[in-house]
């Protein structure tokens, strides 16, 4: 059962435009989202989190945003650059769950 | 070193042999996971240490796939009769206690089963 959904697999953007990759969930029992970052042949990199008391967190170019509501997330990166090309993994977690729970993730293509 | 170290970083194997992956997590980690990561697809859960609490092993795939971790410190993970369907990056990550979503992942050893 895939409680953390990443129904788009690939998004392409041009350089300097807004990305927005989406992720939805399931389980009510979340109440702490983050999103990795993983290039080929690396392991996936902590990028940002939220918790579920707040519905934004900023860093940088990078922010995510929370509707507890629709149990949706989204993950903004602007202005978008081809460094950012990679893999983006959205997860969560329930202080009562234990593991983490990832979706499948999104290839983001930033292109000149 | 700083990270979580992985070995082998690549291991290539026949069907039927049994294969130990080993991961050293980050010093002062208490939470260790293994995920594997097939050919296109996403993040596959396998395995959940904790502490000294008993591992959530609810994703591991069978019965030939068994994992142990000594204290709060190595883990291996071990499939024995490898099936070419193991084929995969097998992904290690630690965390701390007090930030326990936010893991460290190793580099990832990949299996090639022929």
């Given amino acids: 059962d895939q409680q953390v959904k990443q129904n788009s697999p690939s998004l392409s953007v041009q350089e ?9 969930y399931t389980n009510s029992m979340f109440d702490y989202f983050l999103w990795y970052k993983k290039y080929p042949a690396e ?8 918790s579920s ?29 081809p460094g950012d090309s990679a893999v983006y993994f959205c997860a969560a977690k329930g202080s009562t769950l234990g ?4 979706g499948r993730g999104t290839q983001l293509t930033v292109w000149p | 070193g700083a990270g979580v ?15 130990e992956l080993r991961c050293d997590p980050i010093s002062g980690h208490t939470a260790l996971y293994w995920y594997r990561q097939r050919l296109g697809q996403g993040l596959e859960f396998l395995i959940y240490f904790q502490g ?3 591992p959530d092993k609810s994703g591991l ?4 796939f068994s994992a142990e971790r000594t204290g709060e410190s190595v883990s291996t993970l071990t499939i024995q009769r490898t099936q070419q369907e193991d084929s995969a990056v097998y992904l290690c990550a630690s965390s701390l206690a007090m930030t326990p979503g936010e893991l460290f992942f190793g580099e990832g ?6």
Avoid: M, W
């Fill in chain 1, 99 to 102: 593991r983490l729970y990832f």
């Fill in chain 2, 52 to 54: 000294n609490s008993a």
């Fill in chain 2, 61 to 64: 795939p069978s019965d030939r």
């Fill in chain 2, 5 to 19: 170290s992985q070995s082998p970083s690549n291991k290539v194997t026949e069907k039927g042999k049994d294969v």
């Fill in chain 1, 16 to 24: 300097g435009r807004i990305s927005i990759l989406n992720c939805d």
């Fill in chain 1, 53 to 81: 008391i707040k519905d934004k967190n900023e860093d940088g170019r990078f922010t995510v945003f929370l509707n507890k509501s629709a149990k949706h997330l989204s993950l903004h990166i602007v202005p978008s650059q």
């Fill in chain 2, 109 to 114: 050893s990949r299996l090639t089963v022929l």
């Fill in chain 1, 43 to 50: 392991g996936p990199t902590f990028l940002i989190s939220i």
